[in-house]
């Protein structure tokens, strides 16, 4: 990842006018690429727009300032504790997506801290829980889970989900 370093006599406007013509070269870069689908590799345009998208994070983080954002400003140990609490009573997954969807740093940050995926609920009213309770199993790595079964008859015809969580039962610590 390419950082901008602030050289000793360089004033903020300087390297917020340098980050503005790298977006605005990136931008046109992007669009002659485009535009000529025949000679272009896909990861030169895939390179490019990495690039342009960490410009643009830049430039927000420059004009918000460093500690406008908790995990830039917090220490990890403490971010860890917040996180943790939040997402420990959580009776469905939507404040983790949620917290996926805050910014890309974030979403990096919690998909590398497996404890934030230890607990698997399983409700009748959450969508898409396949594929959620998959990605809890994968982000959580080997670390011990809690299953939380609320309103579901354990016998019920969730066979794929039973069948799922059964290849992973040495990992269940406490089940509700």
């Given at each position: ?6 050289p000793?006599?360089?004033?903020k406007?300087?390297?917020d ?9 990136l ?8 535009n ?5 590799s ?7 727009k990495t690039s ?5 994070s830049e430039?927000?983080?420059?004009r918000?300032?460093?500690f406008a954002?908790?995990l830039v400003a917090?220490?990890?140990d403490v ?14 997954y939507g ?5 996926l ?6 979403m ?16 009748l ?13 994968h982000?959580?790595q ?8 609320e ?10 989900v ?15």
């Open positions: 990842m390419n950082r901008y370093i602030t000793y006599c360089c004033s406007s300087a390297i006018q340098a980050l503005e013509d790298k977006r605005r070269n931008l046109s870069r992007i669009s002659q690429t485009d000529d689908d025949e000679t272009t896909e990861d030169l345009v895939s390179e490019l342009y998208n960490e410009t643009i430039q927000w983080r420059r918000r300032g460093a954002d908790p917090l220490p990890e971010w860890q504790i917040i996180i943790s609490d939040v997402v420990a009573d959580r009776l469905s404040p983790l997506i949620d917290l969807n805050v910014s890309q740093a974030w990096m940050k919690l998909m590398s801290y497996p404890a934030v995926w230890t607990m698997i609920t399983i409700s009213h959450e969508e898409d829980l396949l594929a959620k309770i998959s990605m809890s199993l982000l959580s080997q670390s011990p889970m809690t299953l939380k079964v309103g579901i008859d354990p016998g019920s015809t969730l066979q794929d039973w069948n799922l969580l059964a290849q992973h039962r040495d990992r269940f610590n406490v089940i509700w």
